[in-house]
């Protein structure tokens, strides 16, 4: 226990400030969950790949898990946002699809906080808000790449995607295809 005290101001909390979330500690114990998204967070961290919407909405993954598992607060049944909340943070989306999108800035948005929008984006359309941006990404890409002369490469750019390969492996993980040659010739057909 000497170095805990060292520990807690190294990351500038310390275990009495802030509110009691009815939390029961669990520091002492291996979470093999928490665990893996840590790890994740290197690996992306390390191959630089760490997007600000994928942070913010892994934090938030983080924070529901902490509290489901070791909470003892009831969860509060969500309220989808409305048709307007979502027509605007589509817009927002389609205009800004090239800068980093943050999660505060759709909250922003749809004038409401990010905590509601997570629960609230998800209850209207069953995707997160990280994964909302991409589908629109991917499928900005897709158009482009079925309707203009462009690399692979620039139509990653032109979607607010930093490389060819994450284009690729977001393509294929949505649609099942590469955005390769054959991808194209196929849907012109």
């Known amino acids: 226990m000497k170095g805990v005290a060292a520990l807690w101001a190294s990351i500038g909390w310390t275990p009495t400030s802030g509110k009691n979330l009815g939390i029961r500690p669990f520091t002492n114990g291996e979470d093999p969950f928490l665990h893996g998204l840590a790890a994740e967070f290197f690996r992306q961290y390390s191959a630089d790949a760490l997007e600000p919407v994928y942070c913010?909405?892994?934090?938030?993954?983080?924070?529901?898990?902490?509290?489901k598992r070791y909470g003892t607060a009831a969860e509060t049944r969500s309220i989808p946002l409305s048709a307007w909340q979502l027509r605007?943070?589509?817009?927002?989306?389609?205009?800004?699809?090239?800068?980093?999108?943050?999660?505060?800035?759709?909250?922003?948005?749809?004038?409401?906080?990010?905590?509601?929008?997570?629960r609230a984006f998800r209850a209207a359309t069953g995707l997160t808000p990280s994964a909302f941006i991409s589908v629109r990404r991917i499928r900005r890409a897709i158009a482009i790449l079925r309707n203009e002369p462009v690399t692979i490469a620039q139509a990653a750019l032109r979607v607010g995607i930093r490389s060819p390969s994450r284009l690729a492996g977001q393509m294929r993980r949505l649609t099942g295809y590469n955005p390769s040659g054959s991808y194209r010739g196929r849907d012109r057909q």
Do not use: F, K, N, P
């Open 56 to 67: 913010e909405d892994m934090a938030h993954a983080m924070g529901r898990y902490i509290g």
């Open 88 to 118: 605007r943070i589509t817009e927002y989306v389609e205009a800004h699809m090239t800068d980093g999108i943050r999660v505060q800035d759709l909250a922003d948005v749809a004038a409401v906080s990010t905590g509601h929008l997570h």
